[in-house]
């Protein structure tokens, strides 16, 4: 069955305080790899597509890598304004369907 | 511009009633979802339409109804209302070719009374 799981559940982050966010997937056949902010009352903002393992996609502080098994969502020197919920979600060869991970809620302390 | 959009905001309603959550996309995009988040802010979907024809369907109760008239708008009617049903409901948008990635709208979030 084709599952998603993401830890920590909530990560507290001084800033400037560099961590990464796990998401581990099994799918059959992956498709793609999704990687979504949330911020409160707001709908999930795209933030980064990974097709294969090995590769990596950057947008400012922010970098997504991808094995076969798992994504990392790394946050460099993390501001109050990167707080949010950050989602993973998973496609499998077999259909349309997007499973997500239950997220991390992430707090950065100034 | 707003990509994809979803009315109401909010709907509070009480037990048993039915209501309609309406949702357009002006992206050109030809597949639409609804997506159902709980309390603890888990995304399940719910339905996807692709090119006006339903393609998922999630064990979701029939008292769910997706409605798409065309490919840029998928509404969601929801008959005789339950307390579970309260939760934040998403419509997203996504083009099949190409990256595939999905665009949601603000969300609707519905309360059961």
């Known amino acids: 069955e084709d599952q998603v799981t993401q830890s920590p559940e909530a990560l507290r982050l001084q800033e400037g305080e560099s961590s990464s966010l796990n998401c581990s997937y099994t799918v059959s056949g992956l498709r793609g790899l999704f990687w979504y902010r949330q911020d409160p009352g707001k709908g999930p903002e795209f933030l980064f597509t990974l097709y294969s393992a090995g590769e990596e996609k950057e947008k400012e502080r922010l970098k997504a890598t991808l094995t076969k098994k798992e994504s990392f969502l790394h946050i460099t020197a993390p501001n109050p304004e990167d707080s949010a919920t950050y989602l993973c979600?998973?496609?499998?060869?077999?259909?349309?369907?997007?499973?997500f991970g239950t997220g991390t809620s992430l707090t950065v302390i100034p | 511009d707003t990509a994809v959009s979803q009315t109401p905001k909010y709907l509070v309603t009480q037990m048993g009633n039915d209501k309609s959550i309406k949702c357009e996309q002006n992206?050109?995009?030809?597949?639409m979802y609804w997506y159902k988040q709980d309390s603890k802010k888990f995304l399940k979907i719910m339905f996807s339409?692709?090119?006006?024809?339903?393609?998922i369907n999630e064990t979701v109760p029939n008292r769910f109804s997706p409605k798409s008239p065309d490919k840029a708008h998928l509404n969601l009617h929801i008959n005789s209302l339950e307390l579970g049903d309260s939760a934040v409901y998403f419509c997203a948008s996504s083009q099949t070719s190409g990256t595939n990635e999905q665009f949601f709208g603000p969300g609707t979030r519905l309360t059961v009374l």
């Open positions: 992206l050109g995009h030809d597949t």
């Open positions: 339409y692709n090119n006006k024809e339903l393609i």
């Open positions: 979600a998973v496609q499998g060869w077999t259909g349309n369907q997007f499973y």
